[in-house]
Nanobody
Framework: QMRLAESGGGLVQPGGSLTLSCVVS????????IGWYRKSPGKEREGVSCIGKTPSVYRDSVKGRFIISRDAAKSTVYLRMDNLQPEDTGEYYC????????????????????WGQGTLVTVSS
């Protein structure tokens, strides 16, 4: 059974940094794409970044500030977030699918193979 568990969220001031973690089990990390999604207040859930067999992808608003990486030995995918802004506030989820990142990231999270429960990121002074 696929399981994904996010952690690392919290309260941070504008300009600050956080690193989110997504620990997976029940499947081989290297065989799947892992995407990070966020649900911000008043907005639809959106894909933020994805890592898989194809080059990693990022939505335009986070390029240059967020970096996605993975440690297969720890079955963990990370999202390093720098220069956080209030508009980055939201519940962050990781999700997985066999498809390539270019297809995974625009796809609604609920249509993918599995996802976690989320971790809350609040950017506020």
């Amino acid at each position: 059974q696929m399981r994904l568990a996010e952690s690392g969220g919290g309260l941070v001031q504008p300009g600050g940094s956080l690193t989110l973690s997504c620990v997976v089990s029940g499947f081989t990390l290297e065989d799947f794409s892992i995407g990070w999604y966020r649900k911000s207040p008043g907005k639809e859930r959106e894909g933020v970044s994805c890592i898989g067999k194809t080059p990693s992808v990022y939505r335009d608003s986070v390029k240059g500030r967020f970096i996605i990486s993975r440690d297969a030995a720890k079955s963990t995918v990370y999202l390093r977030m720098d220069n956080l802004q209030p508009e980055d506030t939201g519940e962050y989820y990781c999700a997985t699918d066999l498809g390539p990142c270019a297809r995974v990231l625009p796809t609604p999270m609920e249509e993918l193979d599995g996802w976690g429960q989320g971790t809350l990121v609040t950017v506020s002074s």
